[in-house]
């Protein structure tokens, strides 16, 4: 759906992008990361046809976002990281608005800004005034937006931003409902965690270089970093050394650190790391008890985007 090769655009002296290859396929929502002035937008913007970069080429749906201008802002919807101000514009009249823009039939047009209305839960909200939105109900009217000329393509540039948890939950849901309906979307983020719940893809940018494409899991396989376990031992238990020698022998583990006993005599634990890619615990729950560990508490610390996102952009690569 999307297919990016070579693309290199430099804003005078700064090169943005470089040399930026990336394939994101039909059902794929790709999370886009990476710092401040990474190249996200940049991206979008070449994508959307508003900035023509200074080398390499960008198809959506097989159209060149060179010379297919038209083709592209039928099949894509883009969202930018600013939507603008409106003066005197009622909610609806801004989306009748686009819908006209987007030449959809004025008979059809009020049926498609409801639709999208509804979708975006601003139903209630149709009358009021754009600029009396709250930043949330204008990230959601930036989504409605997007989708009234019911695009294949989504570029949403950080929707999430500047929303509050509840807004921003409304938001990963509404993604995720788009998911459903089979929407290729790329969207960008600084909020990790939430990129890793609705993606299905991510790509990693630092200084206009993609430092990694792929799935969530093969982003941690990558940065070398696997689940973590915390043990705590029972009073009474072995201290956990002679465990802690056998599961260092097994491959399926990574690193073992042993905790100290706590001033209060009470017992110490073991951090496990399992090696990335490893899954289940069943093998360290035995291997535990056969070293004399009586388990207090098992404790799971499923490894965080943040995690592989600092490790593979301070150039940590396996
Ligand atoms: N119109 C412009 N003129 C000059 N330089 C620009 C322009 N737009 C972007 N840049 C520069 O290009 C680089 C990439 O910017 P871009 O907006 O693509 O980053 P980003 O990844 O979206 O960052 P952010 O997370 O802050 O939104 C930055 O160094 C930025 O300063
Ligand atoms: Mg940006």
Same mark, same amino acid.
Do not use: K
């Given at each position: 759906m999307i297919e990016i090769r070579g693309v290199t655009k430099r804003y005078g002296a700064l090169?943005?992008?470089?040399n930026l290859s990336l394939t994101i396929g039909p059902g794929e929502v790709f999370g886009f990361i990476g710092p401040n002035g990474a190249g996200k937008s940049t991206t979008m913007k070449i994508l959307a046809g508003l900035l023509q970069p200074d080398s390499g080429t960008a198809t959506v749906c097989g159209h060149s976002v060179a010379t297919e201008a038209p083709a592209i802002r039928r099949v894509l919807g883009y969202m930018p990281d600013f939507l603008g101000v409106y003066d005197d514009l009622t909610v609806d009249e801004y989306l009748q608005f686009f819908a006209s823009a987007f030449r959809i039939e004025r008979g059809r047009r009020r049926a498609v800004v409801s639709s999208v209305l509804e979708l975006t839960d601003l139903t209630d909200k149709r009358h009021a005034m754009v600029d009396s939105l709250s930043r949330g109900m204008q990230q959601r009217l930036g989504v409605a937006r997007v989708l009234i000329h019911e695009p294949k393509v989504l570029l949403l540039d950080?929707?999430?931003?500047?929303? !509050?948890p509840r807004a921003r939950i409304e938001l990963r849901e509404l993604l995720l409902e788009l998911k459903r309906m089979g929407k290729c979307i790329m969207v960008s983020s600084h909020i990790l965690t939430e990129l890793a719940e609705m993606s299905t893809s991510i790509g990693i940018i630092e200084k206009g270089r993609l430092l990694f494409a792929g799935s969530i899991a093969d982003a941690f396989a990558r940065a070398g970093a696997g689940e973590r376990i915390a043990v705590a031992l029972e009073p009474g238990?072995? !201290?956990g050394a002679a465990a802690a020698e056998r599961l260092r022998a097994?491959?399926?583990?990574a690193g073992v650190t042993l905790e100290p006993p706590g001033p209060d005599g009470a017992p110490g634990g073991l951090i496990v790391e399992l090696t990335p890619g490893v899954h289940g615990h069943h093998f360290l729950i035995e291997s535990l008890m056969a070293g004399g560990a009586r388990i207090a508490s098992f404790t799971p610390r499923p490894i965080k985007l943040e995690d592989a996102f600092l490790r593979l952009t301070k150039g940590q690569l396996n």
């Open positions: 090169t943005a992008l470089d950080e929707p999430a931003s500047g929303l !509050d238990s072995a !201290d097994d491959a399926r583990v």
